[in-house]
C-alpha cells in the first residue's frame, strides 16, 4: 500500500483546485513546513490537508478512491504551488472592478471613480494599497489604464457583468477579502447613487489627489504617498 499526504488549495480566481503532494521520504514534514510558510505570506485561505492510501503512488487512484479529488490538479513542487497560489490570490484592479459593477449599474467612467474611492477606503483602513497598479491623472479624474481598457468600447453605457453575483462568496473565506467586501459595500453605500458627471466633480476639488498632479496631456501617476497627503485620504463626505 502507498500511503500519501495532500495539501490542497482552491484558488480564489476560478474555484479551481490544485494538490501539493510531497516527494521527499519526510512527506510529512515537508507538508507541514509548506503549510506554515504558505499561511504566514497569505493569512487564511482555506488550506486543507488530506491523508490515504493508495495501491500505488499513481495520482489517478486517489481519485478513483475518493470522488472528492475529481478535477483536482496535482503539483509535486513547492515552488510551483507557491506560484500558483500567488498568482491566484493577487487582487487586480478589474477584480475590484467587476465586484463594483455586479452591485451598481454603472458607466466605465462611473467605474473608475468608485474604484478610485475604495481604493482610498481600503488605504486608509489597512494603510496598504487594494491593489499593485497605480492610479492616473487623466482629463476625467483618476483612471486605472487596465480597467479602462477592458470597458472603453462601452463608452457611456452601462456595463453589465457576466458573472454570478454568487462569486463574492470567495472573498468571504478570507480575512482580507471579507475587509475588501466591507470596503466595496460601503463606497457603493455611500456614492453609489451619485451620477459620472457628480463623482468627476468630486474628484477634482480643492485638496484632492488629482487636482495635484494633473496636468493637461499628460497621465502622471497619483502614487500611494499623493493619496495619503490629499483629501481622498479622509473621505467622509
Not at 42 to 62: P, Y
Not at 72 to 82: A, G, P, R, T, Y
Request: charged fraction near 25%; hydrophobic fraction near 40%.
Amino acid at each position: 500500500m502507498f500511503q500519501f499526504i495532500i495539501l490542497l488549495y482552491t484558488s480564489f480566481k476560478d474555484g479551481k483546485r490544485y494538490a501539493f503532494r510531497p516527494t521527499s521520504t519526510n512527506y510529512s514534514e515537508q507538508v507541514s513546513s509548506l503549510h506554515s510558510k504558505i499561511e504566514s505570506e497569505f493569512d487564511d485561505i482555506g488550506l486543507s490537508t488530506h491523508f490515504g492510501q493508495t495501491m500505488t503512488s499513481k495520482w489517478e487512484e486517489v481519485a478513483q478512491m475518493d470522488s472528492y479529488f475529481k478535477d483536482v490538479e496535482l503539483i509535486e513542487c513547492e515552488q510551483e504551488f507557491l506560484e500558483v497560489i500567488r498568482a491566484s490570490e493577487e487582487i487586480t484592479p478589474l477584480d475590484i472592478a467587476q465586484l463594483i459593477a455586479m452591485k451598481v449599474r454603472c458607466t466605465p467612467l462611473k467605474l473608475q471613480k468608485l474604484l478610485y474611492i475604495a481604493y482610498c477606503k481600503f488605504l486608509k483602513e489597512t494603510d496598504s494599497p487594494l491593489f499593485g497598479e497605480e492610479f492616473q491623472a487623466w482629463d476625467y479624474g483618476p483612471v486605472i489604464p487596465s480597467v479602462y481598457h477592458q470597458f472603453k468600447s462601452l463608452r457611456s453605457e452601462q456595463i453589465i457583468i457576466d458573472v454570478p453575483t454568487a462569486n463574492e462568496k470567495r472573498y468571504l473565506s478570507t480575512s482580507i477579502g471579507r475587509k475588501i467586501l466591507k470596503v466595496v459595500d460601503e463606497t457603493i453605500e455611500q456614492y453609489g447613487d451619485y451620477s459620472a458627471n457628480n463623482l468627476v466633480t468630486f474628484t477634482h476639488e480643492p485638496g484632492r489627489a488629482w487636482v495635484s498632479v494633473f496636468i493637461p496631456l499628460k497621465s502622471n501617476v497619483m502614487s500611494v504617498e499623493c493619496i495619503k497627503e490629499s483629501l481622498d485620504f479622509n473621505l467622509n463626505v
